[in-house]
């Protein structure tokens, strides 16, 4: 089976050779520059285009567009064989030769995310590398990859939030077809792949556009990067297409699942109708017929609106995030300020009804933030107790398990794996993995000490961090060691503790295929309720999809806790033993009372 989204501009295989086309409005002229074959004008066609159809290239060619004496790559290029800088490469989609006609995706309720970076997933960082521990992934009982951001970025290591050419999957990762063999993959063990993709910004280093195409940016709008992408003025047509493109060249030409739309709460734009729902209204027509396509955004302003039938399935929820994370390592600085105060109530109300902040003034942010979100259902919010930012935030890039006790952790983790939200692990998570995930890149020397002060700069707000020696004590980002000290260590995985925490890992999404996932079919909003049965201990109850009743105990305190009443149902997890009449330190328990029709 073979499968090519045909772009409207890069590089496309046609009948007579290759059809070559550029959005330049800045540039006089362009001509087309193919390594081995000298330089040919590319013809005006009106609106800042720039287009040549030419027999002097074919698969494998390498070429640049050359503008105003500069040479530079294609934005749309689908590979980059000598990095951001160096000539792209014509590549034949058809080439590769595809196994999973079979596959038909998986639905949203029964997904569980598991999202890794793939240059320190593996021992070998590309990925190949992601392919051989495939199997782990299906014994441990996820259903779907989410991949960290693999657009091109300048270097040899980085986050992947960097890219700069967001159609071509980063080289030192591996060839398109190598993605796409990993995809094929997945599919042929029954796991689900979602791609992380970056709409907000460019990197800071290796992006032309400004050099032919200024009205690719705009000073309108700014952000944390600079002038922001012309999403709304004159212009912005192009660029919306460049984005809604690079939207279904993902899922169609590799076959992905899932888009993970990166801190959409940085995307400017005033538009009648905003970029982000005409990108996900042009996927649910283009991909929605043959099989499920999932839409997940990462957004602060907590903005309920996107998640309905039709747009967006999901949020990630960093407000029950942040409680869970309060309740378990004690941390109150920064962000976790606003979560400090009432953290029981705080998680009673994530897991209840999906944000925290519905409208409220978060005083850490000096404003209001967010929309009403209990009229959702709990299947629109991802949680997790560990994701790439919520690790990289820390000055050392510490995990969880370095942070709070395994008491604490075990609740936190029955607590997310086994309620009706869609979980997310966070590579070597499930094993309790001590690799730390410290923020790191790979820039040239006057752009690394920017980013380096930058970094320790960021942190000198916190107490620990104010003297000078002591910021001097944070990973450099720039350095190769950082990133090494991030790549997990598989050996560990068949050590005590760790294969303890695997194990018990298994157990717990075992049972959420079992008895949970099932249920979340047509789970509605208001479905759930909350109620604090100490300062450090809550219930929660949600009526699920099939007229079940499930029903969360939750003590993150040292002290047990008096139930007024033994709890209804049947007991499906315990972290200790079953509650009758008071909930044990440091306990999670789930109960399960089926529908009448049962």
Same mark, same amino acid.
């Given at each position: ?11 496309? &295989? #046609?009948?007579? *050779? $290759? ?5 330049? =409005?800045? !540039?006089?002229?362009?001509?087309? %520059?193919?390594? +081995? ?99 782990? &992934? #299906?014994?441990? *009982? $996820? ?5 960290? =951001?693999? !657009?091109?970025?300048?270097?040899? %290591?980085?986050? +992947? ?50 050099h032919y195409a200024p009205d690719f940016f705009t000073e309108r709008h700014q952000t944390p990067w600079g002038a922001a ?248 980002p720039c350095a190769e060691s950082t990133v090494r000290s991030a790549v997990l260590d598989w050996g560990a995985v068949q ?97 399960l009372t089926d529908s009448p029709r049962e």
């Amino acid at each position: 089976m073979k499968r090519h989204h045909e772009l409207p501009f890069g590089a496309e &295989l #046609v009948a007579g *050779g $290759v059809r070559f086309r550029l959005w330049a =409005p800045g !540039a006089g002229a362009v001509a087309l %520059r193919v390594e +081995g074959k000298g330089d040919l004008a590319m013809a005006a066609e009106g609106a800042g285009w720039f287009g040549l159809t030419t027999d002097a290239a074919g698969a494998g060619s390498r070429y640049r567009y050359v503008v105003a004496g500069q040479a530079v790559p294609d934005p749309a290029s689908r590979y980059q064989p000598e990095d951001v800088h160096g000539p792209s490469e014509v590549v034949d989609p058809r080439a590769y030769d595809w196994r999973d006609a079979a596959w038909h995706g998986r639905r949203w309720d029964e997904i569980v995310l598991y999202e890794l970076h793939a240059g320190s997933f593996s021992e070998s960082g590309d990925f190949a590398g992601i392919e051989r521990h495939l199997d782990h &992934l #299906v014994r441990l *009982g $996820v259903t779907a990859v989410e991949l960290m =951001p693999v !657009a091109d970025f300048p270097g040899a %290591r980085n986050w +992947g939030y960097d890219g700069v050419l967001l159609f071509a999957p980063e080289s030192r990762y591996g060839r398109p077809e190598d993605l796409k063999h990993l995809v094929d993959a997945a599919h042929g063990r029954g796991l689900a792949v979602f791609l992380d993709v970056v709409y907000n910004h460019f990197g800071p280093d290796g992006n032309y556009l400004d050099h032919y195409a200024p009205d690719f940016f705009t000073e309108r709008h700014q952000t944390p990067w600079g002038a922001a992408i012309n999403f709304d003025g004159p212009g912005a047509r192009a660029v919306r297409d460049f984005y809604v493109e690079n939207a279904l060249y993902w899922l169609e030409e590799f076959h992905l699942d899932g888009l993970r739309f990166d801190a959409v709460h940085a995307i400017r734009d005033d538009s009648a109708r905003s970029i982000l729902v005409e990108i996900a209204e042009t996927v649910r027509q283009r991909c929605g017929a043959t099989r499920p396509v999932h839409l997940v955004l990462e957004n602060d302003k907590n903005e309920a609106r996107l998640l309905r039938p039709g747009l967006f399935d999901a949020q990630w929820d960093d407000d029950l995030h942040h409680a869970l994370r309060v309740l378990t390592s004690g941390e109150s600085a920064g962000y976790y300020a606003d979560y400090a105060d009432a953290p029981v109530a705080r998680l009673g109300r994530a897991l209840a009804e999906g944000y925290v902040y519905q409208g409220e003034r978060s005083e850490h942010r000096g404003a209001a933030r967010g929309e009403p979100s209990a009229h959702l259902p709990p299947t629109a919010f991802v949680s997790f107790i560990q994701n790439h930012d919520q690790v990289g935030n820390n000055a050392f890039g510490l995990r969880l398990s370095m942070l709070a006790t395994p008491e604490a952790i075990r609740v936190a983790a029955a607590v997310y794996l086994l309620s009706p939200q869609i979980p997310l692990i966070f590579m070597g998570e499930e094993w309790g993995a001590t690799q730390p995930f410290p923020f790191f890149c790979d820039f040239g020397p006057e752009l690394a000490d920017k980013v380096r002060e930058g970094r320790r700069r960021e942190f000198a707000e916190f107490p620990e961090f104010r003297d000078a020696a002591a910021r001097a004590r944070i990973p450099d980002p720039c350095a190769e060691s950082t990133v090494r000290s991030a790549v997990l260590d598989w050996g560990a995985v068949q050590r005590p503790p760790h294969d303890e925490w695997l194990a018990r890992y298994q157990a717990m999404l075992e049972l959420r295929a079992r008895e949970i996932a099932p249920r979340l079919r047509g789970i509605g909003g208001n479905a759930g309720a909350w109620r604090a049965l100490g300062p450090r201990a809550l219930a929660v109850s949600w009526r699920l999809g099939d007229g079940a009743h499930l029903l969360l105990l939750a003590n993150f305190g040292d002290g047990a806790v008096s139930l007024a009443e033994p709890p209804r149902g049947r007991l499906i997890h315990a972290t200790g033993d079953a509650p009758q009449t008071a909930l044990a330190p440091f306990s999670a328990a789930f109960f399960l009372t089926d529908s009448p029709r049962e």
